[in-house]
């Protein structure tokens, strides 16, 4: 757990969230994936303001990938929006274990609503991680200031992918791509503390590959409902030996 730290206000609080983000590793991949994304979206002849309100306004790569391979390829909108939806729904449980942490006696409804626009993996992540080192009435403010940070950096370099995508090799945009998904791997891992957390992570490894393999639909819904169901069983009974 990171030592305690304290600021003098809410916006010292959004500035040290922001200064968080930038001096993080999600930094480097956020940089490595919108260059990527950036490319993608130049290869489908998407326009660069598109690319940056998609990024504000959808805050996802994986959906916002799906979002511009749907749309370069000429897909019907309503198609696009429930494949963009349901690749998103991964994010709700996210935002169910991060709002307590949020909420304190006197935090308003209103309040909760930004951080939970932003909430993505690598917010989630390092949300989890230097939030409860902090008093409760700066943590929605250094939360905001962690999210601008990154989504900061992601339209920034989205930009530059796609200027850039004229002389990016089609197989460097992907390795750049592969990235988000390696570094939410290392993160969770390096997160899990509990043996539950540990055994839904080696459930998921190998559920998910299974289930890739066997082309089975809807595979990530399956890997985290059946892995998370079999992780959570093995840690009750494990409590109830005890």
Not at 41 to 67: C, E, K, N, R
Not at 138 to 143: H, L, P, S, T
Not at 217 to 232: I, Q
Request: charged share 10%.
């Amino acid at each position: 757990m990171p030592a305690p730290r304290t600021f003098d206000s809410a916006a010292a609080a959004f500035f040290g969230g922001v200064k968080s983000a930038w001096t993080s590793v999600f930094f480097l991949v956020l940089m490595g994936t919108y260059i990527g994304i950036g490319a993608l979206a130049h290869d489908f002849g998407l326009a660069s303001w598109w690319l940056a309100l998609s990024t504000m306004l959808v805050w996802a790569a994986p959906s916002q990938v799906i979002l511009v391979s749907a749309f370069g390829t000429g897909a019907a909108p309503i198609e696009v929006a429930i494949a963009v939806g349901l690749s998103a729904i991964r994010l709700f449980p996210m935002v169910v274990a991060l709002l307590p942490l949020l909420r304190g006696p006197s935090t308003r409804l209103r309040d909760l609503l930004l951080p939970t626009h932003f909430t993505s993996v690598s917010m989630w992540v390092e949300s989890l991680r230097l939030l409860p080192a902090l008093p409760h009435e700066r943590r929605i403010a250094f939360c905001n200031g962690l999210s601008v940070g990154y989504q900061g950096t992601a339209v920034v370099f989205g930009f530059v992918g796609y200027h850039l995508a004229s002389g990016l090799p089609p197989l460097f945009a992907g390795a750049l791509l592969f990235l988000t998904p390696m570094s939410f791997l290392i993160s969770t891992a390096r997160n899990s503390r509990q043996m539950v957390d540990r055994l839904a992570l080696v459930f998921g490894l190998i559920l998910g590959s299974l289930l890739t393999y066997w082309h089975i639909g809807l595979d990530l819904m399956w890997t985290g409902a059946v892995g998370g169901s079999f992780a959570y069983a093995i840690h009750r009974l494990r409590e109830a030996v005890r």
